[in-house]
């Protein structure tokens, strides 16, 4: 079977679908409900567990969330409520959904569904997805193979957390313009380019649909393209690792 269901926890919606894992098509309807106040795992367990019984589909089931994940522990929490810090995520969803469940790191979904289907297909070496949206999320692939966890969005600059400095909502915030941001781009994926020579970078995040008003102004060694998932990469990509995983 090649059918999975992904389930992409947002700061500001939830969203699930059922996703063909050969072609990374979504094969139903986006249901996408509201996160709710606080974002605390209980309540979003409760929505999480609403979205998979409107899809009334039985597959394994994966979910990604913007936290560091290890074994079915999210271990951080940057933009979300602190109580996702050792929360027993996995544990908690396969046992409201009665299902196996997966979870990973919303950045390293994105880059999933970007190098199975996407942007990074057949690209070896390595490859570093970025995703610019409340905060910057990131993934690392060697020759396709996802290292996890990687969070370069907080690689400190000039003293500073970059995500701050860097990610959209600080472009929204400091109402940079794009050329402005770009240049903040510029010191971030240089910094990046220096540190690990990457082979490609791929910029996604819902942003990334804007991508000529500030990717050409990114002026490095390294190939740095845009992502083609753009909203629902989260979803195809949890959906790809729990049927890979299962
Ligand atoms: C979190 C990451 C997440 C990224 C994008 C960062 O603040 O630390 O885990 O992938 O935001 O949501």
């Known amino acids: 079977m090649t059918r999975a269901i992904g389930i992409d926890i947002g700061g500001t919606g939830i969203k699930g679908a059922v996703v063909d894992t050969e072609n990374g098509q979504l094969l139903t309807e986006r249901i996408k409900l509201d996160t709710p106040?606080?974002?605390?795992?209980?309540?979003?367990?409760?929505?999480?567990?609403?979205?998979y019984q409107q899809l009334n589909e039985t597959a394994p089931t994966g979910v990604c969330v913007p936290s560091v994940v290890k074994n079915g522990v999210t271990k951080s929490a940057a933009n979300i409520s602190?109580?996702?810090i050792d929360y027993q995520a996995k544990e908690r969803f396969q046992s409201d959904l009665g299902q196996k469940v997966t979870i990973i790191n919303d950045a390293d979904?994105?880059?999933?569904?970007?190098?199975?289907?996407?942007s990074g297909k057949q690209r070896d070496g390595l490859v570093i997805m970025t995703t610019l949206g409340t905060g910057?999320?990131?993934?690392?692939f060697i020759n396709?193979?996802?290292?996890?966890?990687?969070e370069l969005g907080h690689i400190e600059i000039g003293g500073k957390d970059y995500e701050k400095v860097a990610s959209y909502r600080a472009k929204e915030r400091y109402q940079l313009s794009f050329d402005r941001w770009?240049?903040?781009?510029?010191?971030?994926?240089?910094?990046?380019?220096?540190?690990f020579s990457p082979?490609?970078?791929i910029v996604g995040g819902g942003i990334s649909k804007s991508h000529e008003l500030f990717l050409p102004n990114i002026n490095i060694q390294t190939e740095i393209i845009p992502a083609e998932f753009r909203n629902n990469a989260g979803i195809i990509g949890a959906a790809e690792q729990a049927f890979e995983k299962q």
């Open 37 to 51: 106040r606080g974002g605390k795992p209980d309540d979003v367990a409760s929505v999480v567990s609403e979205i």
């Open 82 to 84: 602190h109580e996702w």
């Open 109 to 118: 979904a994105a880059g999933l569904a970007e190098m199975r289907f996407g």
């Open 136 to 140: 910057i999320g990131s993934a690392m």
């Open 144 to 150: 396709g193979q996802l290292v996890p966890n990687s």
């Open 182 to 195: 770009a240049k903040r781009l510029q010191r971030y994926y240089q910094q990046l380019e220096m540190l």
């Open 199 to 201: 082979d490609l970078f």
